[in-house]
């Protein structure tokens, strides 16, 4: 059984400490042949394995995580609950210049290896020499140039240049090609993001098959070729199409060649996906053989209202997305009559669902009411948080603050107790103080202006317990003379009407990165992401450059901002002074308003399927939901 890492073990960002050098292990062993490839082999349409493999391929290590040989063969089917989700797949694959094990620190991944001066300022990257696209192309540095030279620094293609990671205070970094094998990358003050980022759930693919897309770049097609196939596609201009094209992450181009462990090859629209093995993936097992063990992923698309019974009546090999604790006693029920397990993993969220007062909301009154600290604190103490894990979670759960986990080394119990206790007479006595003490006939407070206190809460419409929270916190919160609306609407509609400031309230899961350690961003505690729905934008203010959003007005997003860049300009002990000053003022002014915490997460895995853990981490950052479980190792045992 995999056992939670301990604290001390957790995430060590390892450019911001002493010269670094991380190496990759050495092949054991020559590799056997795959049979999937076998018929390719023979008639020369594919070489041999060990021509296909890098010279010193990743070497697994499964003594270390717990693993054991595995058979070639098998498809490994999952549910999603809409085609966009096919995206997940490069989750789950996992793939990485470098990446997180299970212990949460960070190793060389596609990489071989990477040497980090004793600054933190200058990273140089090794490739495995002999590593190839899907498509059998060499992969190297004239792939690193293309993506920094040819798609970040071209203004059609990145109007607000590089993305902000690769960015200190404001300018950029001196690239350099060393070599074929071999990329520098050198800022003049040191860069904590960029390790981390090269890491993350979502990677930021510092590097494009530039044999591929040149010939859809302008520098590189004849100009009247390339305008013949924009017209041809009905596209605005060459950008649109190299954009289109170049979609390593949302997977539209099934031809566009890749590094993952599985390949798309079902196009949109469709509601069965299929990934098929890469014959050049450069991971293998301790015998040498190349991974992955299993021949093809197969995603499902199905209404996320289904997914329950259908992983109930065993449509599933593997099984965690759309479930909820909710669903754990009918799949243990359903069980008996299955082939499957029912495991919980914990979860790695701040919080399993948080509340997010939209503070850059676009309504002057509203405005004016979310921004007092009095009315977010009102709301929170207007939630019986004790009633939500009692009806909702079997008691299970925590009341929390939306912040980090006990696990922490950061975590005091105040950033997860401040200004959550139920008491109603305090959050009445908050709302009066405010000045809202006005009432209709019906015992709903009134706005400044008139208007009934009715705050509509959006949510994305994929977590049905959203809703069941939603429903018993309206039941409280009509006793303090607030009137709470529900309004399900898709991702991305809710999340652009956020990004707008058409949003009031929103509810989303609580921060991914519960295990935060001083040397990981506290981006998700500071207004620089769009994303952030408790301060949209502010945080496109910062996304882009200044070039739209607002300028934080408030003083308290002032100082985080500050701390911010004392975090990211400061050595060891100063990154955590700035941290710990961060969560301060996240307890004080409850930003978000988280409910509970610590809930389990349903893993359902068929029996007969090896090497996925029993317990482990439920989580989008750090870890992938299975990710840093190694999917490509997982085999079938029939």
Same mark, same amino acid.
């Given at each position: %059984?995999?056992?939670?890492?301990?604290?001390?073990?957790?995430?060590?960002?390892?450019?911001?400490?002493?010269?670094?050098?991380?190496?990759?292990?050495?092949?054991?062993?020559?590799?056997?042949?795959? &049979?999937?490839?076998?018929?390719?082999?023979?008639?020369?349409?594919? +070489?041999?394995?060990?021509?296909?493999? &890098?010279?010193?391929?990743?070497?697994?290590?499964?003594?270390?995580?717990?693993?054991?040989?595995?058979?070639?063969?098998?498809?490994?089917?999952?549910? %999603?609950?809409?085609?966009?989700?096919?995206?997940?797949?490069?989750?789950?694959?996992?793939?990485?210049?470098?990446?997180?094990?299970?212990?949460?620190?960070?190793?060389?991944?596609?990489?071989?290896?990477?040497?980090?001066?004793?600054?933190?300022?200058?990273?140089?990257?090794?490739?495995?020499?002999?590593?190839?696209?899907?498509?059998?192309? @060499?992969?190297?540095?004239?792939?690193?140039?293309?993506?920094?030279?040819?798609?970040?620094?071209?203004?059609?293609?990145?109007?607000?240049? +590089? @993305?902000?990671?690769?960015?200190?205070?404001?300018?950029? +970094?001196?690239?350099?090609?060393?070599? /074929?094998?071999?990329?520098?990358?050198?800022?003049?003050?040191?860069?904590?993001?960029?390790?981390?980022?090269?890491?993350?759930?979502?990677?930021?693919?510092?590097?494009?098959?530039?044999?591929?897309? #040149?010939?859809?770049?302008?520098?590189?097609?004849?100009?009247?070729?390339?305008?013949? %196939?924009?017209?041809?596609?009905?596209?605005?201009?060459?950008?649109?199409?190299?954009?289109?094209?170049?979609?390593?992450?949302?997977?539209?181009?099934?031809?566009?060649?890749?590094?993952?462990?599985?390949?798309?090859?079902?196009?949109?629209?469709?509601?069965?996906?299929?990934?098929? #093995?890469?014959?050049?993936?450069?991971?293998?097992? @301790?015998? *040498?053989?190349?991974?992955?063990?299993?021949?093809?992923?197969?995603?499902?698309?199905?209404?996320?209202?289904?997914?329950?019974?259908?992983?109930?009546?065993?449509?599933?090999d593997i099984q965690s997305r759309i479930l909820t604790l909710k669903d754990y006693t009918f799949l243990k029920q359903a069980q008996k009559n299955q082939s499957y397990k029912v495991n919980l993993w914990d979860a790695g969220y701040g919080s399993y669902a948080a509340l997010y007062p939209n503070l850059t909301v676009s309504d002057p009154v509203w405005r004016k009411v979310v921004r007092d600290v009095r009315f977010r604190r009102a709301l929170s103490h207007a939630i019986n948080r004790t009633e939500i894990n009692r009806v909702l979670f079997f008691g299970l759960a925590t009341p929390t603050n939306n912040t980090i986990l006990p696990k922490s080394p950061l975590f005091k119990p105040e950033y997860r107790n401040a200004h959550i206790e139920f008491d109603l007479k305090k959050a009445n006595?908050?709302?009066?103080?405010? *000045?809202?003490?006005? #009432?209709?006939?019906?015992?709903?407070?009134?706005?400044?202006?008139?208007?009934?206190?009715?705050?509509?809460?959006?949510?994305?419409?994929?977590?049905?317990?959203?809703?069941?929270?939603?429903?018993?916190?309206?039941?409280?919160?009509?006793?303090? *003379?607030?009137?709470?609306?529900?309004?399900?609407?898709? #991702?991305?509609?809710?999340?652009?009407?956020?990004?707008?400031?058409?949003?009031?309230?929103?509810?989303?899961?609580?921060?991914?990165?519960?295990?935060?350690?001083?040397?990981?961003?506290?981006?998700?505690?500071?207004?620089?992401?769009?994303?952030?729905?408790?301060?949209?934008?502010?945080?496109?203010?910062? /996304?882009?450059?200044?070039?739209?959003?607002?300028? &934080?007005?408030?003083?308290?997003?002032?100082?985080?901002?500050?701390?911010?860049?004392?975090?990211?300009?400061?050595?060891?002990?100063?990154?955590?002074?700035?941290?710990?000053?961060?969560?301060?003022?996240?307890?004080?002014?409850?930003?978000?308003?988280?409910?509970?915490?610590?809930?389990?997460?349903?893993?359902?895995?068929?029996?007969?399927?090896?090497?996925?853990?029993?317990?482990?981490?439920?989580?989008?950052?750090?870890?992938?939901?299975?990710?840093?479980?190694?999917?490509?190792?997982?085999?079938? /045992?029939?």
């Amino acid at each position: %059984m995999m056992m939670l890492p301990r604290v001390k073990d957790r995430i060590r960002l390892l450019a911001c400490c002493l010269a670094t050098v991380i190496c990759g292990p050495v092949m054991a062993q020559a590799a056997m042949e795959i &049979p999937w490839f076998a018929d390719d082999v023979a008639s020369g349409k594919l +070489p041999p394995v060990a021509e296909r493999l &890098p010279e010193n391929p990743r070497v697994i290590d499964f003594a270390t995580e717990g693993k054991t040989t595995g058979k070639y063969g098998g498809d490994l089917s999952t549910i %999603m609950g809409r085609s966009r989700d096919i995206r997940i797949s490069v989750v789950y694959g996992y793939a990485r210049l470098v990446g997180y094990d299970q212990n949460l620190d960070i190793k060389p991944d596609i990489l071989e290896s990477l040497d980090v001066n004793e600054e933190g300022s200058v990273f140089t990257l090794h490739i495995r020499k002999g590593h190839r696209w899907s498509d059998g192309h @060499p992969f190297t540095a004239e792939d690193f140039r293309y993506y920094w030279e040819d798609v970040v620094n071209n203004d059609e293609l990145f109007p607000v240049g +590089p @993305p902000r990671f690769l960015m200190v205070n404001g300018r950029p +970094p001196e690239f350099e090609i060393i070599d /074929d094998f071999t990329v520098r990358y050198s800022w003049a003050e040191p860069n904590p993001f960029f390790i981390a980022e090269l890491a993350a759930t979502r990677p930021p693919f510092i590097y494009r098959p530039s044999h591929y897309l #040149r010939q859809f770049h302008e520098n590189y097609r004849d100009t009247a070729e390339l305008n013949a %196939m924009v017209s041809k596609r009905g596209l605005r201009s060459w950008a649109v199409l190299h954009t289109d094209k170049d979609e390593p992450y949302d997977l539209k181009n099934i031809e566009r060649p890749s590094l993952e462990p599985w390949l798309i090859r079902t196009s949109e629209p469709s509601d069965r996906f299929v990934f098929e #093995r890469n014959p050049y993936y450069h991971r293998v097992d @301790p015998d *040498g053989n190349q991974l992955p063990y299993i021949d093809r992923l197969i995603f499902n698309i199905s209404n996320t209202k289904l997914v329950p019974a259908k992983v109930g009546a065993g449509e599933a090999d593997i099984q965690s997305r759309i479930l909820t604790l909710k669903d754990y006693t009918f799949l243990k029920q359903a069980q008996k009559n299955q082939s499957y397990k029912v495991n919980l993993w914990d979860a790695g969220y701040g919080s399993y669902a948080a509340l997010y007062p939209n503070l850059t909301v676009s309504d002057p009154v509203w405005r004016k009411v979310v921004r007092d600290v009095r009315f977010r604190r009102a709301l929170s103490h207007a939630i019986n948080r004790t009633e939500i894990n009692r009806v909702l979670f079997f008691g299970l759960a925590t009341p929390t603050n939306n912040t980090i986990l006990p696990k922490s080394p950061l975590f005091k119990p105040e950033y997860r107790n401040a200004h959550i206790e139920f008491d109603l007479k305090k959050a009445n006595a908050l709302l009066d103080e405010m *000045g809202l003490d006005r #009432r209709n006939s019906a015992g709903i407070r009134l706005l400044p202006d008139g208007r009934p206190l009715e705050i509509i809460v959006e949510t994305a419409g994929e977590n049905p317990e959203q809703d069941d929270i939603l429903e018993l916190i309206s039941d409280s919160w009509k006793q303090a *003379g607030i009137k709470l609306f529900v309004k399900a609407m898709q #991702r991305e509609v809710m999340r652009a009407r956020a990004y707008s400031g058409e949003t009031v309230m929103s509810i989303f899961s609580g921060i991914d990165n519960g295990l935060a350690t001083p040397a990981s961003a506290p981006s998700e505690f500071v207004p620089v992401n769009q994303d952030s729905l408790q301060w949209p934008k502010w945080g496109q203010y910062y /996304d882009t450059n200044r070039a739209a959003g607002e300028a &934080p007005d408030m003083d308290e997003a002032r100082e985080l901002m500050a701390l911010y860049d004392a975090w990211r300009t400061g050595n060891e002990q100063q990154r955590k002074d700035s941290w710990q000053r961060i969560l301060d003022i996240h307890a004080e002014n409850m930003f978000s308003i988280g409910i509970v915490g610590n809930v389990p997460q349903p893993v359902v895995v068929d029996e007969k399927l090896r090497n996925v853990p029993e317990k482990g981490i439920h989580s989008w950052e750090p870890g992938a939901f299975f990710g840093i479980y190694r999917p490509d190792t997982f085999w079938w /045992d029939r």
